[in-house]
């Protein structure tokens, strides 16, 4: 119980700025990005690694912070929602869900950006069925999909 | 369309809240953090049906961190029982838990791991008791009662009249006639009589139900909710815990989701009384498998007796619909009557029998979810159509236009008379999918419509403050859930007062601050709500109109709104100037207020539906014949609306509603066994993923500025979800030859019946 309570420290870039934190064994990279970095962009939703609510980037890899340990997170940088934007510019993938209506409710919104972002990184020009295949582990209740497909294809483009 | 030029309304706008959500700034109840807030967690009952005769939360209250621990029987200083329908459902279990995941004791304290280690110190002595588990198995004569004292009425007057039939699980029934229905299927010539089974499903709102509460000696109760409702929360908590409403102050920040799961009281009970005793403020959290043990839509079993003439005339309809509505009646009772009472959907028919019945089962809660009750009817009524249209010899499309109610026609006596223009709506479904142009043989086309009623009577009110800048507050409490309602609101005032959008604000729900409004669901928001704001930035107008003629001596008739200014044909007054010579001094405003309140009618459910919300579903399906699976490749959805508003954010949601009503054709299904919940987790509950949406996805909109909404404009948001069953099985049907009349299509279920089929 106390060994599992002991904190460990750990060394790790977050959207571009180093972070010293004293975490406990178990702690969740979610948990810590939402309560101790008060970065609260990243949604609690399935707790199973199965809606993409919570969806980070670590070393440019879309993993799912509710799922992940904070210690697996030493030593690599780790993108949330919050530094997707260059300062008030906008990254072209945000503009993309604003302009084609991708967004409702929202809690989905920024697990779709960083895992969006993740794919447009490997594969810079998608097919449609390379955007619906990265968007297995990111569900939507709100929109049906189409939008969001359509933004993440437009943004591909803006981006080329 | 009128030829009137809109500056805000009609345009695709995107939504005002994009900003705040695309870069994860938005924050929603689960985000916020109160000064000195405890973490709560819920212990739940095992068992679909225990008597439960001791708990015991001594331990846990002495565990270190935490700060209460509460069991129903502690609930002595409060009135334990809420429900909008009936006052049925304890804020933590009473003597008897009647469903598997029912919330038996609580704990608050310092993180939610300390409450998770307290929930194990707490003991509970349970003496499993026999479920009923499906409507056969509560309706069975004999069958163990799920409840057995005389229950409470909630708090609509419309349900003051809830019949129950004492000594069975039947919680209320409903019954509706005109003509004579057993005489019109003795006559007619084609008379089919099948039965339709519609699956329990979940909301799967993202975000799980949350709510943070907060007691102050100055103020009264302060809940941060995840709630539709934010109303209803107030009465039930004011209800609950004897305070004057005033005292209860309900605050609704961004939204997950809610389709339907967030209306009327959830966890807020819980989360109240957890900080009462703890005198400190708690967060309550669900996850979303809690959320499955919370609230899901009312599973049905619907027998439907149709009887059509010869010449494809419909003649009489008799329904007998059973819901389950799970261990609680929540709002299903409600659910229940307002959709049976459209069970003939949008046709004439001149002699019809309804008959639906609310059944208790040992489940969770059914309540209300998108579509309200009508896609359960739907489905039968639109899948028989088909039937009748394949023994007729008669085009599905031509059948249904054959039999619509027109525009202005009579639905029932006293009711609204039918607003929209389905044979439109049918028209373009049909050209857009392509009905008469022949398709390949390895798809088939399906169409199917639906009619459904708006809550009624209800009330909407709205304040549109206008400052000496020229800038617009809107108070108003529909609650922005994704559906862009505070956008539209945005729209609707900027329209009226000549302004810019970036100038408007609309002020999240907060009962102490928006003034009433009865519920964001049941489609209205932009009919009722809009239609207040409307009225309240009219009202703004005109005082703007009276001073400005006043000060500019001209006539208010001969006065205009433009770009920010009163204008006559030579003169300008600014709105900062017109508000400078109203109060001699830079400062004050000008306060609108807008009110609507049809009120009780002599419609057969006592109030008349402010629009009726009509839709239409044209899908084209392809199936595996080796292994079952049918796949949606393109969906048409219709919905006629009267004026989009927006028109982008119009689209989302119906586009939205068709996957949605995807997932209860395909997929979802929650599968009981023994007593047990076997899939309440996402993964084992599949839900539509982004490649089960259909590849080609079209929803068009019918605009003939009908409706009594703002700018003709009528609900919508719903309706396109309610087609989506019976139009997908149309399909299926006329590509193989199967019909299929339980829900969800699975591969197993269409397998086998293509297997049947085979072997005749």
Redesign the interface.
């Known amino acids: 119980m106390d060994d599992a309570r002991a904190a460990t420290r750990i060394r790790l870039a977050v959207n571009g700025r180093s972070c010293d934190l004293e975490v406990a064994s178990h702690a969740l990279l979610l948990d810590v990005l939402?309560d101790v970095l008060d970065?609260?962009?990243?949604?609690?939703?399935?707790?199973?690694q199965?809606?993409g609510?919570c969806t980070v980037l670590v070393d440019g890899m879309a993993v799912s912070a509710c799922t992940y340990l904070a210690i697996e997170a030493d030593g690599r940088t780790v993108l949330?929602?919050?530094g997707?934007?260059d300062g008030e510019s906008?990254h072209p993938l945000?503009r993309a869900?604003?302009?084609a209506?991708a967004?409702?409710?929202?809690?989905?919104?920024?697990g779709m950006?960083l895992t969006a972002r993740a794919m447009l990184t490997e594969t810079p020009a998608p097919t449609r069925e390379d955007?619906?295949?990265y968007?297995?582990g990111?569900?939507?209740?709100?929109?049906?999909?189409?939008?969001?497909?359509e933004a993440i294809m437009a943004a591909a483009e803006t981006a080329r | 369309m009128s030829g009137q030029p809109f500056r805000a309304v009609g345009r695709a706008i995107p939504r005002i809240d994009g900003l705040e959500k695309v870069t994860g700034r938005a924050r929603y109840v689960t985000d916020l953090v109160v000064p000195g807030m405890a973490h709560a967690k819920v212990l739940r009952s095992p068992y679909a049906h225990a008597r439960v005769r001791k708990v015991d939360v001594t331990r846990a209250r002495a565990h270190p961190g935490v700060f209460a621990a509460l069991c129903g029987t502690d609930l002595t200083w409060c009135e334990p029982y809420y429900g909008p329908a009936y006052r049925d459902r304890p804020v933590l279990v009473i003597d008897v838990a009647r469903y598997e995941g029912e919330p038996v004791a609580a704990v608050a304290a310092v993180d939610e791991a300390t409450a998770d280690q307290a929930l194990d110190l707490i003991e509970v002595d349970y003496e499993p008791l026999s479920p009923v588990m499906t409507l056969e198995e509560a309706l069975v004569p004999g069958a163990p009662l799920v409840h057995t004292g005389t229950p409470q009425a909630g708090h609509f007057a419309d349900l003051a009249s809830l019949r129950a039939v004492p000594g069975t699980n039947v919680c209320h029934q409903f019954h509706f006639e005109r003509g004579d229905s057993g005489r019109g299927l003795a006559s007619a010539d084609l008379v089919l009589d099948e039965t339709y089974r519609f699956p329990p499903v979940q909301h799967v709102a993202l975000e799980a139900h949350a709510a943070v509460a907060l007691w102050s000696e100055t103020d009264g109760l302060t809940i941060w909710a995840s709630t539709q409702n934010p109303y209803s929360v107030r009465v039930e908590l004011a209800k609950m815990f004897d305070v004057p409403l005033a005292r209860i102050r309900v605050v609704v920040p961004h939204l997950g989701g809610g389709f339907g799961s967030k209306t009327y009281a959830k966890l807020e009970p819980l989360a109240a009384a957890l900080a009462r005793a703890a005198g400190r403020p708690v967060r309550l959290a669900a996850s979303v498998a809690e959320a499955f043990q919370t609230v899901r839509r009312c599973a049905a079993r619907v027998n439907v007796r149709v009887g059509f003439g010869r010449d494809g005339r419909l003649v009489a309809v008799e329904c007998g619909a059973d819901y389950d509505v799970g261990a609680y009646a929540d709002i299903g009772p409600r659910v229940v009557q307002k959709a049976t009472y459209t069970a003939t959907g949008p046709y004439r028919v001149a002699a019809v029998t309804l008959d639906a019945r609310a059944v208790y089962t040992n489940t969770t809660p059914g309540g209300a979810f998108r579509g309200f009750g009508v896609p359960q009817l739907a489905w039968a009524l639109e899948s028989l159509f088909d039937v009748a249209a394949e023994r007729l010899g008669r085009d599905p499309v031509e059948l249904r236009r054959q039999n619509f109610l027109a525009h202005g026609e009579e639905f029932a006596p006293g009711d609204t008379p039918i607003d929209g223009k389905l044979e439109e709506s049918l028209g373009r479904a049909a050209e857009t999918i392509g009905w008469t142009q022949a398709g390949t043989a390895d798809r088939g086309r399906g169409v199917a419509a639906m009619l459904k009623a708006s809550v009624a009577p209800s009330v909407s009110e709205a304040i549109v403050r206008l400052h000496t800048d020229g800038s617009v507050t809107v108070l108003a409490s529909a609650v922005e859930m994704g559906q862009g309602t505070r956008t539209v609101l945005a729209q609707i005032a900027a329209e009226v007062l000549s302004v810019p959008m970036a100038r408007v604000i609309v002020v999240q729900p907060d009962t102490a601050v928006t003034p009433y409004d009865q519920t964001t669901s049941s489609s209205r928001s932009t009919a009722m709500t809009g239609r207040a704001v409307q009225v309240a930035a009219e009202d703004v107008r005109e005082q703007l109109l009276h001073v400005a003629a006043a000060e500019l001596g001209i006539a208010v008739k001969d006065l205009a709104l433009d770009d920010g200014a009163v204008v006559a044909p030579s003169r300008r007054l600014t709105y900062a100037e017109v508000l400078m010579h109203r109060f001699g001094m830079s400062g004050g405003e000008i306060i609108g207020r807008g009110i609507v309140a049809p009120g009780r009618t002599a419609a057969p459910l006592g109030g008349s539906t402010p629009f009726w919300e009509v839709a239409v579903g044209a899908a084209e399906v392809s199936v595996d014949e080796e292994t079952g699976a049918l796949r949606v490749e393109r969906y048409v959805s219709v919905a006629d609306v009267g004026r989009a508003i927006n028109p982008l954010l119009l689209e989302g949601q119906d586009e939205g509603g068709v996957v949605q009503g995807l997932g209860h054709t395909l997929l979802e299904e929650m599968l009981y066994q023994d007593g047990h919940l076997l899939n309440g987790t996402l993964l084992a509950y599949r839900v539509p993923r982004a490649d089960d949406a259909p590849p080609a996805l079209e929803c068009r909109f019918v605009e003939n500025a009908d409706g009594s909404g703002p700018f003709g404009a009528k609900g919508a948001g719903e309706g396109s979800l309610i087609p989506v069953s019976p139009a997908v099985s149309n399909a299926l049907a006329r590509l193989t030859g199967v019909r299929l009349r339980d829900l969800p299509l699975t591969p197993e279920r269409v397998w086998r019946a293509l297997r049947a089929r085979r072997r005749r």
């Open positions: 939402r970065l609260k962009g990243a949604k609690r939703s399935c707790d199973i199965v809606c609510a949330t929602v919050e997707l934007a906008l945000q869900f604003l302009d209506g967004v409702q409710c929202g809690f989905c919104t920024s950006l955007v619906l295949h968007l297995r990111s569900l939507c209740r709100c929109t049906g999909y189409r939008k969001i497909v």
